[in-house]
Nanobody, 126 residues
């Protein structure tokens, strides 16, 4: 049972990336799925989280209008589409699953999140 985050890389300011979170040996549709990030010297923070029904339960203010979370249950994958990237978005991005949570649980990367992927590095630089 594991999560695999992928899709990170080096991108110029204003560019786009799509991160993928794929599950092995369990169904993502049975869980809340969240994307989190941790920049050097900073605490891990919630970026965006989605519930079983595909509804966005939380999106961090600084990424609203730029990042979109979605899920494809047939492929057992959750995506984070990131547009208009800026250097402040540079971080290691992680995905995680929870049986249940809320806005606070997403925003703070609370103990609700029990299974974590290994992280994928996003670097926004010219």
């Amino acid at each position: 049972v594991q999560l695999q985050a992928s899709g990170g890389g080096l991108v110029q300011p204003g560019g786009s990336l799509r991160l993928s979170c794929a599950a092995s040996r369990f169904r993502l549709e049975d869980y809340f799925v969240g994307w989190f990030r941790q920049a050097p010297g900073k605490e891990r923070e919630g970026v965006s989280c989605i519930n079983h029904n595909g509804l966005d339960i939380y999106t961090e203010d600084s990424v609203k209008g730029r990042f979109t979370i979605s899920r494809d249950n047939a492929k057992n994958v959750v995506y984070l589409q990131m547009n208009s990237l800026n250097p402040e978005d540079t971080a290691v991005y992680y995905c995680a699953t929870a049986y249940g949570t809320d806005q606070w649980g997403c925003r703070t990367a609370s103990a609700d999140w029990s299974l974590w992927g290994q992280g994928t590095l996003v670097t926004v630089s010219s």
